[in-house]
């Protein structure tokens, strides 16, 4: 499910793919941020008894006009339950420490970050979508709606998606000799993609990869089959590192 | 093939990477100058084309995926919705709230019949059938008003009146923007709730009233009412408009009609908040005080709803327009 795209016609006539985060990756994010909410409140409440207090015993000064110490008190962690989705979602453009420890993201419909109307509007629909409770409602919403979105989510013209964070050393390429570039570029590639799961595969298995994988780059140059393990790994180190 | 496809990554990357580096700065920042935008329109130009070559060149390597992830970044920086500011406020006052609510204006007046009609029909069900309160009100409040006291009486001396009124405009922030919410279940929530606040104001006014309490509660509510009920109904009509456009679509689908309706009557939405908020104050500071006479409350109540239809229908605005501070 969390493998669908969301595609944006470009205005240079190249699509702009973005992948939609399913029903999965939203709970997961919600429970992380709720979480945190929950306890950001209560260090809020806490930290306002012991300073309008001096402890945490609760006094109601009855019959007083004004902001009162029982106001402020209460004040803090309510502020911070009820608004900390969207001034978060707002500063953080589109994210919450839920979101981003997810990867997830909110864009809009056309693929850019929301505005403060669009993240109010999402925010405010949680009314239904958290109904009867659990959010249920907005959980079916997102499991049978297009691009997997909550109501608020088509009421504010948004979605959510994975927030892809691919190191920027995928872009890079410096030492490139000519005799490199000869090695299939696809090739290389694979070559990286194996050195980062080494160390979870089978011995045997990673073996027989690597072998296969140096024999369609080098040819007949070399004899992978001589080689063990370790030198197998060094080898395609070697190879990945002409990337 | 090969080397031709290895090369041509070769000798784009820098750019690229420089790009990656530029876009994280200008995501970063709330405003952009006109040439750092001018020079981002560019790159996505160029990032387009790469993508395309590298799409055809190096499909599914990381680094297709990395120039798909950029081309996505540089989508979203200018794709960002900018940012309205004071400007912006002041445009949603002056022309998008009064030309929503002069939209909405049959709407409102259906609801506040709507309103009328339910409150009418609790005070007759309940003066006919006194019996029936205690399906509305509480045991508490039922034993207050037949020892001819009002369930308001010394509220202020039991709570707080900041307290009060964060209590009172929270729950009636989160009524009207249910009545607006509900309005997705084809309006069957937003009559609902209509039709059981008008049931319940009626219900609990011909209650008081056979305890010879009705005027003291009008004295009670006049002051913070006016607005708030004036508010629940405009929310109840945006509630209906949402119900009307998933009924009878104005756009392509359902969705888009949804979408348009609600994005267009948000700032009347957040203006409603705003004063709810101010009703909430009153009813926590005003309202339950026994040092405001009638009078005062009337003129307060009375200005704060003018203040409404001022605000609702842009003439708050048109002074300062006229002056040309606009």
Not at chain 1, 6 to 29: M, Q
Not at chain 1, 126 to 139: A, H, S
Not at chain 2, 40 to 69: F, H, K, Q
Not at chain 2, 246 to 266: D, G, N, Q, Y
Request: aromatic share 8%; net charge positive.
């Amino acid at each position: 499910m969390d493998n669908e795209q969301y595609t944006i016609p470009g205005i240079t006539g190249v699509d702009v793919t973005l992948p939609i985060a399913g029903p999965g990756s939203r709970s997961y994010a919600f429970i992380i941020d709720w979480h945190i909410r929950v306890v950001l409140a209560l260090a809020g409440l806490v930290a306002a008894m012991l300073i309008e207090f001096g402890s945490l015993r609760f006094h109601v000064d009855n019959g007083k006009r004004g902001l009162t110490p029982a106001f402020l008190v209460f004040l803090a962690p309510a502020i911070i339950y009820f608004f900390y989705h969207p001034v978060l979602e707002l500063l953080m453009r589109g994210q919450s420490p839920g979101k981003r420890m997810a990867g997830v993201r909110v864009v809009t419909v056309n693929g850019g970050t929301p505005g403060i109307g669009a993240i109010l509007i999402r925010n405010i629909f949680r009314l239904i979508d958290c109904l009867p409770m659990l959010y249920f409602v907005g959980l079916i919403t997102a499991l049978f709606s297009a691009q997997r979105v909550r109501i608020g989510d088509m009421a504010a013209g948004t979605l959510l998606v994975i927030d892809e964070r691919v190191p920027s050393r995928y872009l890079a390429r410096d030492a490139l000799t000519a005799a490199e570039a000869a090695v299939d570029f696809t090739t290389l590639d694979l070559a990286e993609q194996i050195l980062e799961r080494w160390p979870a595969l089978a011995v045997d298995r990673r073996d027989a990869i690597a072998r296969a994988l140096l024999r369609k780059a080098l040819g007949s140059a070399e004899d992978p089959d001589a080689l063990d393990d370790d030198a197998l790994r060094a080898r395609l180190a070697t190879l990945s590192e002409q990337r | 093939m090969k080397s031709s496809a290895a090369a041509w990554v070769h000798a784009r990357a820098p750019a690229w990477r420089e790009l990656s580096s530029r876009i994280v700065e200008l995501r970063r920042r709330r405003s952009i100058s006109v040439d750092e935008a001018l020079g981002a329109i560019e790159a996505y130009r160029n990032v387009a084309r790469d993508l395309a070559s590298a799409r055809r060149l190096v499909p599914g390597t990381r680094t297709a995926a990395a120039l798909e992830t950029l081309f996505a970044q540089i989508h979203a920086t200018i794709a960002r919705h900018p940012s309205g500011g004071w400007a912006g406020l002041l445009s949603a006052l002056r022309d998008d709230i009064p030309s929503v609510v002069r939209e909405l204006a049959p709407r409102i007046f259906w609801m506040a019949a709507l309103m009328c009609s339910s409150a009418a029909a609790g005070f007759c069900l309940i003066a006919t059938y006194p019996h029936l309160i205690s399906l509305i009100a509480s045991e508490e409040m039922i034993q207050h008003v037949e020892e001819g006291k009002l369930w308001t009486d010394g509220l202020i001396n039991v709570t707080p009146s900041s307290i009060l009124s964060v209590r009172i405009l929270s729950n009636n922030i989160v009524v009207a923007l249910f009545a607006v919410c509900s309005g997705f279940l084809f309006g069957l929530g937003t009559f609902y709730l209509m039709l059981v606040n008008g049931l319940m104001l009626g219900a609990t006014f011909a209650f008081v009233h056979q305890h010879g309490l009705a005027a003291r509660l009008f004295e009670f509510i006049i002051a913070h009412g006016m607005v708030e009920l004036s508010v629940i109904c405009i929310a109840g009509a945006i509630g209906t408009a949402i119900a009307d456009s998933l009924i009878r679509p104005t756009h392509a689908t359902r969705r888009e009609s949804f979408r348009v309706c609600v994005r267009r009557a948000a700032p009347l939405m957040a203006l409603c908040a705003v004063l709810l908020v101010g009703a909430g104050l009153i009813e926590g500071f005003i309202s339950p005080d026994p040092v405001f006479p009638l009078a005062s409350r009337i003129a307060i109540g009375v200005s704060y709803w003018f203040l409404m239809v001022l605000t609702l229908g842009g003439w708050l605005l048109r002074p300062l327009r006229a002056a040309g501070a606009l």
